[in-house]
């Protein structure tokens, strides 16, 4: 994914565009990409649709708890791989890694306020 196509996504999930539209218009610029790829990015870039709100589980499958997010936060901190921690958690390594960039993005919306 190009820079130039991290500027249109930014644009239009800021104006409130679905990801399957966002996915449908970069397949017209000949860009083929997932739903979760699509969302990786987001998060990646802190790109927010103007409804995200802190605390809300958007996303499929279960809802992190305060403990787990503590978990992986000491677990992290300490040097740990996203593979070790989804392991004592019982999740997938790639979940661990977007609920990092989930609960940093939660940080800076908090200090913001």
Do not use: Y
């Not at 997938?92 to 890694?97: A, D, S, Y």
């Amino acid at each position: 994914m190009s820079p130039e196509h991290i500027d249109l996504i930014a644009q239009w999930r800021e104006a409130g565009v679905s990801f399957r539209i966002i996915i449908q218009r970069l397949a017209k610029l000949g860009v083929q990409t997932s739903r979760h790829s699509l969302r990786w990015h987001c998060m990646k870039h802190n790109i927010l649709a103007p409804s995200s709100r802190v605390g809300v589980n958007h996303g499929p499958g279960r809802t992190f708890t305060p403990e787990e997010d503590a978990i992986i936060l000491e677990m992290r901190s300490a040097g740990a791989s996203l593979r070790a921690i989804g392991m004592k958690l019982g999740r997938h390594h790639g979940c661990i890694g977007l609920r990092i960039l989930t609960l940093a993005k939660h940080d800076e919306l908090r200090a913001a306020a």
